[in-house]
């Protein structure tokens, strides 16, 4: 089921794409909560990544979109806080397959890698692909442990 409500957050590389995305979803009723950065000025993805798994961990959002230069940093920065599976993905089926199996709740991708249109593909996959749960329940629950 796709969600109603999301959070985003970029660096410095990735503003414009993200303003893009942004109303790409806001266009399909989505809400979005930015997170920042709000300019092209130079900042750290650190801080954005954090303040974004914050609204997740804490419950007032299911799924939150990062994007950087290259996805990584902020991906890296994602999977440091407990609870949060974040994947930086530039293909479709990568992006399809992380909900499917590993129930992804951050997706990071790099505006300095993807082109507008595929940021567009993976977001709406992101948002609108189940968790299959099943076998791969075991799994994500043994990614909980790894928190631990
Ligand atoms: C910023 O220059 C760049 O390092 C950042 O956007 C990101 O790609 C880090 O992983």
């Known amino acids: 089921m796709k969600v109603n409500k999301i959070v985003i957050g970029c660096d410095h ?15 399909q009723g989505i809400e979005t909560e930015d997170v920042g950065t709000h300019s092209t000025e130079s900042c750290d993805y650190p801080n954005y990544a954090d303040a974004l798994c914050k609204k997740i961990t804490s419950g007032e959002y299911e799924r939150g979109i990062l994007i950087c230069g290259t996805g990584i940093g902020m991906s890296i920065a994602a999977n440091k806080h407990k609870g949060i599976r974040a994947a930086c993905c530039s293909d479709t089926f990568s992006a399809r397959l992380t909900r499917e199996h590993n129930d992804a709740n951050v997706l990071c991708f790099g505006a300095r890698v993807v082109g507008e249109g595929l940021a567009y593909d993976l977001v709406d996959l992101f948002v609108s692909t189940d968790y299959e749960g099943g076998k791969h329940a075991r799994r994500v629950a043994m990614l909980d442990e790894l928190d631990k």
Do not use: E, M, T
């Open 13 to 27: 590389a990735a503003y414009d794409l993200k303003l893009k995305v942004i109303a790409h979803l806001n266009a």
